[in-house]
């Protein structure tokens, strides 16, 4: 749908904004808000600034809290937040970090916090901040060695300028955009759904395969253990230590040293966030060991499974590169069987039944892994159910992928509308009932 222009334009005088509806104003942050630094309370709940959501509006869980904060004196340097204030993560000011609050509560002494002293709704910043040009331009205002290091600081983010409709004409603008963005979050989560979908098909796919085979008229028998059930006649039934040892890895110490690290090095060194980033196969990964840092961790030639008990709690991977896992990861030495036959196990899901839920709930270490019983048909069928699985798993692949480019192009029309609407390229007075002033 296009959208009409603004019938006359004039430079704003801000290069990043541009030109601007003739009746639109040019104002400074400082002119709009004051900085403000009240100190918070344990009866507050703490609220955090997301790059993507702005401000969550509920309680951060134990889990989160403890990592945010770890003592109670933390508290203290905690700052209260009223609903209507605009905050934003001075160390990530520059990807999006800002956020209008609707509840009373505290954020981090890493926050700015700015409190309206005009009519200004925050929101309408909000959405002016979380566009591309302005994110640029925050960038520049903000301070730092490198990106990560760049902190964002009252001081300059006061003498930032932005374009202000009249009220009636911004309220109009808002509605419109709460109603256009509700619309493509809608198709959004309709695809993330789908993709979810997709996911839970691959696993059944896969769950099925390893556990009842692929012929459906194949005699049954009951294997013993619960999350098995029947299982093909001519099957066997093992419990995983029988077929390899479960060794954990290991890492130097302390891992910071860069004494351990090489460029160049023969081994590559494989965080978690590698393996949540690499599907099945572990192709790259961002850091390699030297000589003395593989030395003293686990080595793993290409081919190799391992599968991680921490973070991705479960999620299995096949090396395709010479590796080192940290004890993060546990490994199996000298398997009897086809390596990728058991990622299909572990990706499966259903042979952690009983262990506990997957993800950072699930326990696993060397003894229950090692537990774990598998079904295990001869060796011809197990090729026909890796060929199966792959074949099935491509299929669903490709509608999960053209699922994520869905999503992209939605993401990248929802975030063109609101840059559009809020630096005023666009007009849509007539698209929304007036409102008075």
Not at 127 to 156: H, V
Not at 326 to 344: A, K, Q, S
Not at 405 to 432: K, P
Request: glycine share 6%; charged share 25%; hydrophobic share 40%.
């Amino acid at each position: 749908m296009s959208f009409p222009r603004y019938p006359a334009y004039k430079d704003s005088g801000v290069e990043w904004l541009g030109e601007v509806p003739e009746h639109w104003e040019v104002k400074r942050i400082a002119s709009l808000y004051r900085e403000v630094v009240e100190q918070g309370s344990d009866e507050l709940p703490v609220l955090s600034v997301s790059i993507h959501h702005g401000v969550s509006d509920s309680e951060l869980s134990e889990e989160e809290m403890d990592r945010k904060v770890t003592r109670s004196e933390d508290r203290s340097k905690y700052k209260r937040v009223s609903a209507g204030d605009l905050v934003y993560n001075m160390m990530r000011a520059w990807q999006g970090a800002f956020g209008t609050v609707c509840v009373e509560g505290m954020v981090s002494p890493a926050y700015v916090v700015a409190r309206p002293t005009s009519i200004v709704p925050s929101t309408w910043i909000e959405y002016l901040l979380r566009t591309d040009p302005a994110i640029n331009e925050i960038k520049r205002f903000s301070r730092g060695i490198t990106d990560f290091r760049l902190r964002l600081y009252w001081d300059e983010f006061k003498n930032l300028r932005v374009c202000l409709p009249p009220c009636n004409e911004r309220d109009a603008l808002l509605e419109f955009l709460d109603r256009e963005t509700a619309k493509i979050d809608a198709l959004i989560a309709e695809q993330q759904r789908l993709i979810e979908l997709l996911q839970e098909k691959r696993q059944a796919v896969i769950s099925h395969a390893v556990t009842k085979g692929l012929n459906p008229d194949a005699p049954m028998k009951d294997s013993g253990v619960e999350w098995l059930g029947e299982v093909p006649e001519h099957w066997g039934v093992i419990q995983l230590k029988w077929l390899t040892p479960v060794k954990r890895g290991a890492s130097p110490r302390p891992i910071e040293d860069p004494i351990y690290f090489d460029e160049e090095g023969e081994y590559a060194w494989v965080r978690i966030s590698d393996v949540t980033e690499s599907a099945d196969r572990l192709r790259s990964t961002t850091q390699r060991l030297s000589s003395i840092g593989s030395d003293l961790s686990v080595k793993l030639e290409p081919g190799s499974l391992f599968l991680s008990i921490a973070g991705s709690v479960g999620k299995p991977c096949i090396s395709e590169i010479k590796a080192c896992i940290h004890d993060g990861f546990v490994y199996f030495p000298n398997l009897r069987i086809m390596p990728e036959y058991l990622f299909l196990v572990f990706e499966s899901g259903t042979c952690f039944g009983g262990l506990g839920k997957l993800g950072t709930q699930l326990n696993l270490n060397t003894d229950t892994i090692g537990s774990i019983y598998v079904a295990l048909p001869p060796g011809e069928e197990i090729q026909h159910i890796l060929r199966h699985c792959s074949s099935r798993s491509t299929e669903l692949q490709v509608l999960s992928q053209h699922a994520s480019r869905l999503i992209a192009l939605l993401q990248e029309r929802r975030s063109a509308l609101i840059s559009a609407a809020v630096t005023g390229q666009i007009d849509v007075r007539g698209l929304v009932p007036e409102v008075s002033e």
